[in-house]
């Protein structure tokens, strides 16, 4: 269960690319830190906030390795997802169906629940619970 933020904090919402995302968790942690307090510093600094300092950059090879488990994982995912029913398209199984009217076509992607919830599934394989 995550801890309860204090008073003046909360959870916030962004989108943000899942390709930037991942990776930075794994990162993040390689180094020592997490996304939150990575993103917090960035932000104080962007805004000028007195004593506020750029958080220091992880080692290209450590994002290198982050960026190489999350393209693995998410080859995963993706396979995961083509044996799943898409809620959006319809699909029982295999490429969601992208595309406007009758121009609907087999697509690479994935509707969004479909691949959140091969996600959920791969991550699970993993013993990753946390849901961001
Ligand atoms: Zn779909």
Request: contains cysteine; glycine residues 8%.
């Amino acid at each position: 269960m995550p801890s309860q933020p204090q008073s003046g904090r909360r959870q916030r919402a962004v989108n943000f690319s899942d390709d930037d995302w991942e990776p930075g968790r794994a990162a993040a942690e390689q180094v020592g830190d997490n996304r939150n307090n990575v993103i917090e510093r960035l932000y104080a600094w962007w805004l000028r906030r007195p004593g506020a300092e750029l958080p220091e950059r992880p080692p290209q090879e450590v994002i290198d390795q982050a960026d190489a488990a999350w393209e693995a994982l998410k080859t995963e995912i993706a396979a995961e997802a083509l044996k799943l029913p898409c809620t959006v398209c319809d699909v029982a199984a295999g490429p969601c169906l992208m595309g406007k009217g009758k121009g609907k076509r087999p697509s690479k992607g994935f509707h969004r629940p479909r691949f959140t919830a091969a996600t959920a599934i791969v991550k699970e394989r993993y013993g990753d619970t946390s849901d961001d």
